[in-house]
């Protein structure tokens, strides 16, 4: 997992202004699943963005838009599920 400061260091610097809107600092979570190490040169990134306050969105979506702001986690959970199924 990446902290802020990780990600800081790292050049991250649309990460966290997405999330200084939060209650929570953001985070990066990468999951492994049982042999990673041993695919070889084969490799699969599954990516997806979990928000769970995004203050940008809120300028940038007309009125009508606002309430799919609700789906903005929906990547990052199906995400999950995809490594939860694999594994």
Same mark, same amino acid.
């Given at each position: 997992?990446?902290?802020?400061?990780?990600?800081?260091?790292?050049?991250?610097?649309?990460?966290?202004?997405?999330?200084? +809107?939060? #209650?929570?600092?953001?985070?990066?979570? *990468? $999951?492994? =699943?049982?042999?990673? &190490?041993?695919? /070889? %040169?084969?490799?699969?990134?599954?990516? +997806?963005? #979990?928000?769970?306050?995004?203050?940008? *969105? $809120?300028? =940038?979506?007309?009125? &009508?838009?606002? /309430? %799919?702001?609700?789906?903005?986690?929906? +990547?990052?959970?199906?995400?999950?599920?995809?490594?939860?199924?694999?594994?």
């Amino acid at each position: 997992m990446l902290e802020p400061a990780d990600m800081e260091r790292l050049g991250m610097g649309c990460l966290l202004g997405v999330g200084q +809107g939060g #209650g929570h600092p953001p985070r990066l979570i *990468g $999951i492994k =699943l049982p042999g990673w &190490e041993s695919g /070889g %040169d084969r490799r699969l990134a599954i990516v +997806g963005k #979990g928000v769970c306050f995004d203050s940008g *969105g $809120i300028s =940038l979506k007309p009125g &009508e838009g606002m /309430g %799919d702001m609700k789906h903005d986690k929906s +990547g990052a959970a199906a995400v999950v599920a995809a490594a939860r199924t694999v594994a």
